[in-house]
Every structure is written in C-alpha cells, then in structure tokens.
T-cell receptor
Framework: AQSVTQLGSHVSVSEGALVLLRCNYSSSVPPYLFWYVQYPNQGLQLLLKYTSAATLVKGINDFEAEFKKSETSFHLTKPSAHMSDAAEYFCAVKKSSNDYKLSFGAGTTVTVRA | KAGVTQTPRYLIKTRGQQVTLSCSPISGHRSVSWYQQTPGQGLQFLFEYFSETQRNKGNFPGRFSGRQFSNSRSEMNVSTLELGDSALYLC??????????????FGPGTRLLVL
C-alpha cells in the first residue's frame, strides 16, 4: 500500500530560521507527491507537488521540496520562517497516474517563536 | 473562479440521527472527493465521484454514502451517527481527467459534532 511517513509531529522554529519538515514515502514506482498546509479552522491549501518533471520543486510562499528517490524522501523546506507559517503541514501521495485518492501523512504542526 | 464551497460549516447532531453534507466544486471540475479528518485517525479518504459515478471508495462502513449530481455538486450522507463520526469533513475537487498529476482543491470543511 502506498503511504507516507512524516517524521516529527511538532516542530518549533525561531522566526527567520530554516524550516525543515520531513516526509518519506513507500513506493515501488515513482509516486505523485504533494505538500499541503492547513491553518486553524480552514481546509487544505496546496504548497507544491512533485510529478516527476523536476526533482527540486518550488511552491508558494518560498517553500520548496526535493524528491530523492534513493532516500524515498520528499522533505519540505523554507529558508526563513515567518510567524504566518505557523500551521499544520501534510505530506500526501497518489500511487499512480490513474489515482484520484490522496493518502496523507499524520501531519506536522509548526510553531514559530518570535 | 470561486473555490470549493461546503455547507453547512458547522453541525451538531445526536447519536442515531443522520446527516447530509453538501459540496460545490470549482466550476468546470467534475471530480469530487471526500475526506474525514479526526485527531486520532488523521485525514482519511472516503470516496471520489466523477460524472455522477463513484470511482473510488475508502475503507468506511456502509453508513457513509455519497452521490454526485449532473452539475458536479456532491453530497455525502452519514446514517445512524456515532460519537466517533465527530470530525471535520473535507471536500476536494479537481478536473478529474488527468489522474495523479492533478491538484485537488479543498473546501473549508464541515465540522460535525455528534453528541
């Protein structure tokens, strides 16, 4: 079964510091990978997605993620955290080109310290 | 374009009742998916509809059902509510024709509380 594992349920960073959120996937074939963000009392907003076009994917709000097949990872980074980045982040996967079902990781809550 | 809309936003029901939630997708999108989000189980896929047909189904009991109308609007129904059905129910839409590469756009959710 296709799945993703997010390492660390909570991450606390200082404002201006690097944000690093880890996601590993299990797959025997190249998957389609997504990062979503959820602010309190809201739905999910897409940050970026990997669809095999390029291993380094740039998203909104200066987030980016790198697909590493050798490590089965798709970690999310942002060079400089802002207070508005405080939210919950989800890594998700689709297993094939005909798949419309997203399988989500457990989520990582990010806290930003002033 | 308007985003995905869900109604109602909040709902309180008692055990044994049934509930219907509604989702209007982004104009032109024909695929609508439903997810349940709870603190214990996280985000779980319920089902996906495309052109009024259920195309995929998650691992939920038969009390959870859905349908899609010809205008792509979708409803999900939960019968005989249980306390464990308390959750945020999220709807997502996408064009429905490009598979894995497609982005699913989520609505704000309906928060259901079962007492």
């Amino acid at each position: 079964a296709q799945s993703v594992t997010q390492l660390g349920s909570h991450v606390s960073v200082s404002e201006g510091a690097l944000v690093l959120l880890r996601c590993n996937y299990s797959s025997s074939v190249p998957p389609y990978l997504f990062w979503y963000v959820q602010y309190p009392n809201q739905g999910l907003q897409l940050l970026l997605k990997y669809t095999s076009a390029a291993t380094l994917v740039k998203g909104i709000n200066d987030f980016e993620a790198e697909f590493k097949k050798s490590e089965t990872s798709f970690h999310l980074t942002k060079p400089s955290a802002h207070m508005s980045d405080a939210a919950e982040y989800f890594c998700a996967v689709k297993k094939s080109s005909n798949d419309y079902k997203l399988s989500f990781g457990a989520g990582t809550t990010v806290t930003v310290r002033a | 374009k308007a985003g995905v809309t869900q109604t109602p936003r909040y709902l309180i029901k008692t055990r044994g009742q049934q509930v219907t939630l509604s989702c209007s997708p982004i104009s032109g999108h024909r695929s609508v998916s439903w997810y349940q989000q709870t603190p214990g189980q996280g985000l779980q896929f319920l089902f996906e509809y495309f052109s009024e047909t259920q195309r995929n189904k998650g691992n939920f009991p038969g009390r959870f059902s859905g349908r899609q109308f010809s205008n792509s609007r979708s409803e999900m129904n939960v019968s005989t509510l249980e306390l464990g059905d308390s959750a945020l129910y999220l709807c997502a839409s996408s064009p429905g024709t490009a598979g894995g590469v497609e982005t699913q756009y989520f609505g704000p959710g309906t928060r259901l509380l079962v007492l």
